[in-house]
């Protein structure tokens, strides 16, 4: 069975971080693309970041650009989100997603976890 299962989500300050994981298990995810969603209540899921297998190559919203980095190590099967100066419009829930395109596209990613509540405060 495979299971995405992100963690470290929680309540944080405005202009605070968070470390955000996901560890990917029940199939090889060789040469999958890894992406980062998130979902305000009452929003669409959108796309955050996303990185390729080799991690030569990364993409965010331009929301996050410069303030989150997406990183991933393939002997761990596990992609972290680095999050930092949070602001409250942050505030969401963040989703890791795995995908054998190389794309941003929600609708193309082929597995989900469960997703990680992040609350920034202001």
């Known amino acids: 069975q495979v299971q995405l299962v992100e963690s470290g989500g929680g309540l944080v300050q405005a202009g605070g971080s968070l470390r955000l994981s996901c560890a990917a298990s029940?199939?090889?995810?060789?040469?999958?693309?890894m992406g980062w969603f998130r979902q305000a209540p009452g929003k669409e899921r959108e796309f955050v970041a996303r990185i390729s297998w080799s991690a030569g190559n990364t993409r965010y919203a331009d929301s996050v650009k410069g303030r989150f980095t997406i990183s991933r190590d393939n002997a761990k099967n596990t992609v972290y989100l680095q999050m930092n100066s949070l602001k409250p419009e942050d505030t969401a829930v963040y989703y890791c997603?795995?995908?054998?395109?190389?794309?941003?596209?929600?609708?193309?990613?082929?597995?989900w976890g469960q997703g990680t509540q992040v609350t920034v405060s202001s």
């Open positions: 997603a795995a995908a054998y395109y190389r794309t941003t596209m929600t609708d193309r990613y082929d597995y």
């Open positions: 029940g199939r090889s995810f060789t040469g999958y693309t």
